[in-house]
């Protein structure tokens, strides 16, 4: 018991850190907010901040870390027989839980990323990273190459998708944007040509 009450003391700090160092991003921008004012508006010592989060940037850019790494483990553990795109689906739903709004952290990151140019750039190349992994397993389930177009493109639109879903998350726009993706992908040539 005393764990699990340990657990969520931990969780309730990490995400106030993260609220703080968000709206504070984006009210004075990523270079100008320290670990300092950070620490004070999420009424914790600079020490825990860093001890949650080793830098500024690794506070920026922990959601879409987070994100990411869970998607891939949803992708690579898939059980057999599961598609790519089911096992996104599922993880997508799962993770969306429901919900008809995004959630606090997400508006805030969002809104953090539209005053810092610079984080955007960082988390427009991490995407990139995460769409190359989408790509090698789409590719591996299709049995092409993942540099091959095909399985580039279905990654980049995953990546989009995702991103729309989270930004307006409805069951109506869920259902939209996986027929979207399932009939791009029942486009595509099959084999070794996509």
Do not use: W
């Not at 969002?110 to 610079?118: I, S, T």
């Amino acid at each position: 018991m005393a764990d699990g009450a340990r657990e969520r003391g931990k969780a309730r700090r990490r995400e106030a850190i993260l609220r703080a160092a968000y709206t504070l991003f984006a009210e004075r921008g990523f270079e100008v907010a320290t670990i300092a004012d950070i620490a004070e508006k999420a009424e914790v010592s600079p020490r825990t901040v860093t001890l949650y989060f080793p830098s500024k940037l690794d506070l920026a850019t922990s959601q879409l870390a987070e994100f990411t790494e869970q998607l891939s483990a949803a992708l690579d553990e898939r059980e057999p027989g599961v598609t790519t795109l089911e096992a996104l689906e599922r993880f997508l739903r799962q993770d969306l839980g429901g919900g008809t709004e995004p959630a606090e952290l997400d508006v805030l990151f969002d809104r953090m990323l539209e005053r810092n140019p610079q984080l955007r750039a960082v988390t427009n190349s991490r995407l990139a990273e995460a769409i190359q992994e989408g790509a090698r397993v789409f590719a591996a389930e299709r049995g092409s190459d993942p540099d091959a177009f095909g399985p580039r493109i279905v990654a980049a639109a995953a990546a989009a998708v995702v991103s729309e879903v989270y930004l307006h998350p409805s069951e109506e726009n869920f259902e939209t944007a996986m027929a979207f993706l399932a009939g791009g992908i029942s486009a595509l040539p099959d084999g070794r040509r996509s």
